[in-house]
């Protein structure tokens, strides 16, 4: 994965919103595993290792985002976007800080 710096991970795709941070993500269903491969345009990429039929994609983005940021599945939910690649998922408790933070110590995106 290419470096990253938290300054453009939080400009570039989180933000704060009213009931925790924003993340915008671009997921890429069908993966041989779930992983974070970085930055695609203003968003975070996901590969997900679910097929897009029935919520199992959104399921496995979901809990992979509860695991990486160590939240409950609760305090994750997409806000706009369930139906296709592109998506704004609400993290519940979180500030936008707090998110690049968690995401720089997980190594989902490099310093």
Same mark, same amino acid.
Request: charged share 20%.
């Given at each position: 994965?290419p470096?990253?710096?938290?300054?453009?991970?939080? %400009?570039?795709?989180?933000?704060?919103?009213?009931?925790?941070?924003? =993340?915008?993500i671009? #997921?890429?269903?069908?993966?041989? *595993?779930? %992983?974070?491969i970085?930055?695609?345009?203003?968003?975070?990429?996901?590969?997900?290792?679910?097929?897009?039929?029935?919520?199992?994609?959104?399921?496995?983005?979901?809990?992979?985002?509860? %695991?990486?940021?160590? =939240?409950?599945?609760?305090?994750?939910?997409i $806000?706009?976007?369930?139906?296709?690649?592109?998506?704004?998922? *609400? !993290? $519940?408790? =979180?500030?936008?800080a707090? #998110?690049?933070?968690? =995401?720089?110590?997980? $190594? !989902?995106?490099?310093?």
């Open positions: 994965m470096s990253i710096s938290p300054l453009d991970v939080n %400009s570039q795709i989180v933000k704060d919103g009213k009931n925790g941070a924003i =993340l915008a671009h #997921v890429q269903p069908k993966a041989a *595993r779930t %992983s974070c970085g930055i695609h345009g203003h968003a975070l990429k996901i590969r997900i290792a679910a097929p897009p039929i029935d919520g199992a994609a959104n399921k496995e983005l979901i809990r992979f985002l509860a %695991s990486a940021l160590s =939240l409950p599945t609760t305090a994750v939910h $806000e706009s976007g369930a139906g296709g690649r592109q998506k704004r998922v *609400r !993290l $519940e408790g =979180l500030t936008a707090q #998110v690049v933070a968690r =995401l720089v110590r997980k $190594e !989902l995106v490099k310093q």
